[in-house]
């Protein structure tokens, strides 16, 4: 998009925020670089440069603007779509792996050498990992300095600095502000802050591309939440996480523009990817309009869209967890299901305390799971075995279903091992791996629904069908699931 000069320039001039977070705008004569809907006059055309990333825009020099705030755009939806290893380089960074492990560590998990993922992120981005992971520290660091009390010292090492100084100095390069000045610009705007400050609560704003339909989006969390790992109350979606450094516990709330987000975290240099995995879980850095303008092809499926577009596919924060619920939901209702990981959780899980809601439990990683009792599991023979065989795959390794994943690899290692047949597998590609393109046509909803808007109903003529969907179907199973009145398709009273 960014070598589109002509494009860029019109989206700029057109204030048009669907681009912001695909491209960014530098400005040659004032070194400041924006999002396209920057509320600014517009430069002039010979004046605007165009970059891939806010770490190249850093990269070539260029500070953020302070209107528009650049650093906090939705995320590309392009690493959405893509599931090659730039992409599935993109996803590790935004979840921390270059500050916890460095750029050998990310290679590593990618199959490449440091040398490819420097080449190949230098140039579709503009910038290598250690710049573009720089710029979510930047951005992290300015959260912590504007929503907490954190002394400097701490949002530094908390960040993922190496140094007080190499903060300071890249706080200041990046938006020509020292650290001190940042919070005291925050405390002057009544807007800087979301809500009222809590000790140990870090309070903040995801923003997303609009329309954003929350009803089948919340709804499916709350109605299929675990008990002690994940709760509705208040109007929030509530959970618990499980960090490198500790664990933390997240409440999201739909509002006007953006989600609410308060997290409470045991160590703040989690910070980063409790973010990047909130995103994620709700979809975030979706491109709604892209999605709804293929889907709306199809005239008996373009109803749908427009009666309630922007829909989102609702993942989850830990793709091993959903695999495992994903199991435990084969062939039984939602609230069978939830009563089997509830049984999970208090046997397994760690405890933990939450003294604003009820949540009581992380939930059990593949190695505490790895070990237990088959005979303390009340599920037919079969599914225990499937359990089991899960569990222990994913904790030596042999089954990776992370970030770095491989779409196709994980599908195939899926349906190698016994009990997982199509509909279990389409649906961890979907919420877990969150490949856009996953489909179910064998699902007992979907099948309904297509039925019922004249679809074809059989699994073989509606994956044929579904075709022209493409590479939009994961969302497509979304409209398809919001025809009927289970309680998943609407926010809960």
Not at 173 to 201: H, Q
Not at 245 to 253: E, F, K, M, Q, Y
Not at 324 to 331: D, E, M, N, S, T
């Amino acid at each position: 998009m960014h070598t589109d000069t002509e494009r860029c320039v019109r989206a700029v001039r057109s204030k048009d925020a669907r681009f912001d977070g695909v491209f960014f705008t530098a400005v040659l004569t004032t070194r400041i670089y924006c999002r396209p809907s920057c509320p600014v006059v517009p430069p002039k055309a010979e004046n605007m440069v165009f970059h891939p990333s806010a770490a190249s825009c850093q990269r070539a020099g260029f500070r953020a603007c302070k209107r528009c705030r650049p650093d906090t755009s939705p995320g590309s939806p392009e690493w959405n779509v893509r599931a090659d290893a730039v992409a599935r380089a993109m996803r590790l960074i935004q979840d921390g792996v270059v500050d916890r492990e460095g750029v050998p560590g990310l290679a590593a998990r990618l199959g490449w050498s440091t040398r490819q993922i420097e080449r190949q992120l230098l140039a579709e981005l503009g910038a290598g990992p250690l710049a573009l992971a720089r710029a979510q520290r930047a951005q992290t660091a300015r959260l912590l300095i504007e929503t907490t009390p954190m002394p400097m010292a701490e949002i530094a090492f908390a960040a993922g600095f190496s140094s007080i100084r190499t903060f300071n100095d890249t706080v200041r390069e990046v938006f020509a502000l020292a650290p001190g000045e940042l919070r005291a610009r925050a405390a002057r705007s009544s807007a800087a802050a979301p809500g009222p400050r809590t000790p140990g609560v870090i309070a903040l704003r995801l923003p997303y591309r609009a329309p954003l339909n929350p009803s089948n989006l919340f709804g499916h969390l709350a109605a299929t939440a675990v008990p002690g790992v994940e709760e509705w109350r208040d109007g929030a979606y509530r959970r618990t996480l499980t960090l490198p450094h500790g664990h933390g516990i997240v409440a999201l709330t739909p509002r006007a523009g953006h989600i609410a987000c308060r997290l409470s975290l045991t160590d703040p240099r989690d910070l980063t990817l409790a973010i990047s995995r909130c995103r994620w879980m709700l979809d975030l850095d979706a491109d709604p309009v892209a999605v709804d303008e293929q889907l709306r092809t199809d005239p008996l499926l373009a109803p749908l869209v427009d009666g309630a577009p922007g829909r989102r596919v609702p993942r989850t924060v830990d793709a091993a967890e959903f695999a495992v619920r994903a199991v435990l939901g084969q062939q039984v209702s939602t609230a069978a299901a939830r009563t089997h990981a509830a049984r999970l959780v208090t046997a397994h899980g760690v405890p933990v305390e939450d003294p604003e809601g009820g949540l009581t439990h992380l939930f059990p990683t593949p190695e505490a799971l790895a070990g237990l009792d088959p005979a303390s599991l009340a599920l037919p023979r079969s599914r225990r075995t499937t359990l089991l065989t899960l569990v222990e795959a994913l904790a030596d390794g042999s089954l990776s279903l992370g970030p770095a994943a491989d779409w196709e690899e994980a599908r195939a290692g899926l349906l190698a091992l016994p009990g997982f047949g199509p509909w279990t597998t389409e649906v961890i590609a979907m919420r877990a791996l969150g490949d856009p393109d996953a489909f179910l046509p064998g699902d007992l909803g979907v099948r309904r629904a297509a039925q019922g808007l004249g679809l074809p109903a059989t699994p073989a003529a509606l994956t044929a069908r579904a075709a022209r969907w493409r590479p939009w179907r994961a969302y497509a199973v979304q409209y398809l699931w919001a025809t009927d009145s289970h309680p998943i398709n609407h926010l809960p009273a």
